[in-house]
């Protein structure tokens, strides 16, 4: 008995695409795929390009916060701050009011770096959302915003909501 010719895009049998799920796991995996290939010409991955996105915004936080701001557990977190640091991203600091801990600073280095990042992750959006006008651009966003907030502030799996502060 002949197998049947497949038909379509690979991966997008008529079966599968009925359930939203799979299409958004699917989305998911190809927008990973994209965004790390683009980080990776310099050196980060998704993970790395984040704890600079926070760190570029909020200014030097604990390793705790990080941690928190970025939706990665504490042991995760102190790999994601070597390796930054090994590659002179950022620094650990005294924190100035808690002797305890250290405040993580972004390099000169480090910026420079995730402004390369910017770039490169913007050109990752456009490749992924090409065939979207803007306003469905837009509509997508907050659709996803209103998921991700749903789901508990985007953790990654197996990670606690983040707590409300």
């Known amino acids: 008995m002949a197998e049947p ?9 008529p079966a599968l695409v009925r359930n939203s ?10 927008a990973a795929r994209v965004f790390s290939q683009r980080l990776e010409a310099i050196g980060l991955t998704p993970r790395l390009w984040g704890a600079l996105n926070v760190l570029d915004a909020d200014g030097a936080v604990t390793q705790q916060r990080l ?3 970025i939706g990665t557990d504490p042991s995760s977190m102190v790999a ?10 950022v620094e650990r ?11 993580i600073h972004i390099t000169p280095a480090g910026r420079r770096t995730f402004e390369r990042g910017r770039e490169l992750s913007k050109e990752a959006q456009e490749e992924l959302l090409g065939p979207l006008t803007e306003s469905e651009r837009v509509q997508l966003h907050d659709f996803l915003m209103r998921l991700a907030t749903a789901a508990g502030g985007g953790t990654h799996p197996g990670l606690p909501a983040r707590p409300e502060t």
């Open 21 to 30: 799920g799979y299409l958004l796991s699917r989305m998911g995996f190809f």
């Open 67 to 69: 941690g928190l701001e």
């Open 5 to 13: 010719t497949p038909s379509g895009t690979p991966g997008l049998h």
């Open 93 to 103: 600091r005294p924190h100035p009011s808690d002797r305890r801990a250290h405040a």
């Open 80 to 89: 994601t701050i070597d390796e930054l640091e090994s590659q002179g991203l």
